[in-house]
């Protein structure tokens, strides 16, 4: 009856939406040791979480062809953990309570739940967020730096182009003489030079037919007196890339790789310290070993110094009394042949 009630019973429905669809019966089920009817798996975490882990855990066998996470992340495989990859992996990191809980468990792993199977094998690994971080910002690297020094390429251009354009400088003169012609008289009047903000006032002063711009006047002026200024249009196609670049964009992937850089660097130094840690403990360990090995060594010399006397002192003990028995037997022979 049991086996029946376990076989048709109807399945719980939280514990069904928690499977993936892929292996149902496998993640949900474990064979018993005597070949009876399958116990369910144990799950520890919080439905919702071993739901989003489990989905997790299938896309990442598939990502990494079967091999453990765990060995990808020690081993550091560059070619199975990609940067989608590792973002799966640091979905899926334990938290400080998911660590105790899975550590405290004490029944076979593999009666485990698949979702909390993966999070406890991951629990060993040292600083594995940071670990992630780093092989993410790592991976990410070089497409970031190409783009960062492309758009900084493009300003440098862009700053050079403007610089040293002489059409461009005499373009500026012409807008200044312009804009000093019409301010004659006031104090805005013989000006040394203009904001290239007020560049922006051209199109929006007009004459007096309310159609003709300051903008039209300046064009009118350089195309009578200036045909050569007219040049500086070579320009555009430089200052338009340059202008599609976001100064603020730029600031924040600079501090973006700033912080991956410290990101990284604070690992290196986590792992080294512990590489010392780790050293000192085996010199420990094998000056304690060495300690160990010499008390050894000196209980055994003791040991066979004190057998050694000990022989001695029984070969001594063996050689006086058969001394003293034959001064006995003498001493009764001596006897025999005075009484004769």
């Given amino acids: 009856i049991s086996a029946l009630g376990a076989r048709f019973a109807r399945p719980d429905p939280s514990a069904r939406f928690r499977r993936a669809e892929?292996?149902?019966?496998?993640?949900?089920?474990?064979?018993?040791?005597?070949?009876?009817?399958?116990r369910a798996r144990i799950s520890l975490l919080e439905p919702k979480r071993s739901t989003s882990v489990g989905i997790v855990e299938n896309k990442l066998r598939?990502?990494?062809g079967g091999k453990p996470l765990r060995d990808a992340i020690l081993e550091v495989d560059e070619a199975l953990l990609t940067q989608d990859t590792l973002k799966m992996a640091l979905s899926a990191v334990p938290t400080t309570a998911e660590q105790a809980q899975l550590l405290a468990f004490q029944g076979e792993p593999s009666t485990l739940d698949r979702p909390e199977q993966?999070?406890?094998?991951?629990?060993?690994?040292?600083?594995?967020?940071?670990?992630?971080l780093a092989m993410m910002f790592k991976a990410q690297l070089e497409p970031d730096m190409d783009e960062l020094l492309q758009q900084?390429?493009?300003?440098?251009?862009a700053c050079e182009a403007v610089q040293?354009?002489?059409?461009?400088?005499?373009?500026?003169?012409?807008?200044?003489?312009?804009?000093?012609?019409?301010?004659?008289?006031?104090?805005?009047?013989?000006?040394?030079?203009?904001?290239?903000?007020?560049?922006?006032?051209?199109?929006?002063?007009?004459?007096?037919?309310?159609k003709t711009t300051l903008l039209h006047y300046t064009v009118e002026v350089v195309q009578?007196?200036?045909?050569?200024?007219?040049?500086?249009?070579?320009?555009?196609?430089?200052?338009?890339?340059?202008?599609r670049v976001s100064l603020e964009e730029l600031r924040a992937k600079s501090a973006d790789l700033a912080r991956g850089m410290d990101q990284v660097e604070r690992e290196l130094t986590a792992?080294?310290?512990?590489?010392?840690?780790?050293?000192?403990?085996?010199?420990?360990?094998h000056r304690e070993a060495m300690e160990a090995w010499s008390a050894a060594k000196e209980q055994r010399d003791e040991a066979r110094r004190r057998h050694r006397e000990g022989r001695a002192a029984a070969r001594a003990s063996e050689g006086g009394g058969g001394g003293g028995g034959g001064c006995g037997e003498g001493g009764e022979d001596g006897g025999g042949d005075g009484g004769g």
């Fill in 22 to 38: 892929s292996d149902n019966s496998d993640r949900s089920t474990v064979g018993s040791a005597d070949g009876g009817t399958p």
């Fill in 224 to 243: 009578t007196n200036a045909p050569k200024v007219r040049r500086v249009t070579a320009l555009l196609p430089t200052l338009a890339q340059a202008s």
């Fill in 62 to 64: 598939g990502a990494l």
């Fill in 118 to 132: 993966l999070l406890r094998s991951l629990c060993g690994i040292p600083r594995l967020e940071g670990r992630i």
């Fill in 152 to 157: 900084v390429d493009s300003l440098k251009a």
């Fill in 164 to 210: 040293g354009s002489a059409e461009l400088q005499a373009l500026m003169q012409i807008v200044l003489h312009i804009g000093n012609a019409l301010n004659a008289g006031t104090t805005r009047g013989n000006a040394a030079g203009f904001r290239p903000s007020a560049l922006l006032k051209l199109a929006e002063h007009k004459a007096a037919d309310k």
């Fill in 271 to 285: 792992l080294e310290e512990a590489a010392e840690k780790e050293e000192e403990r085996r010199e420990a360990l």
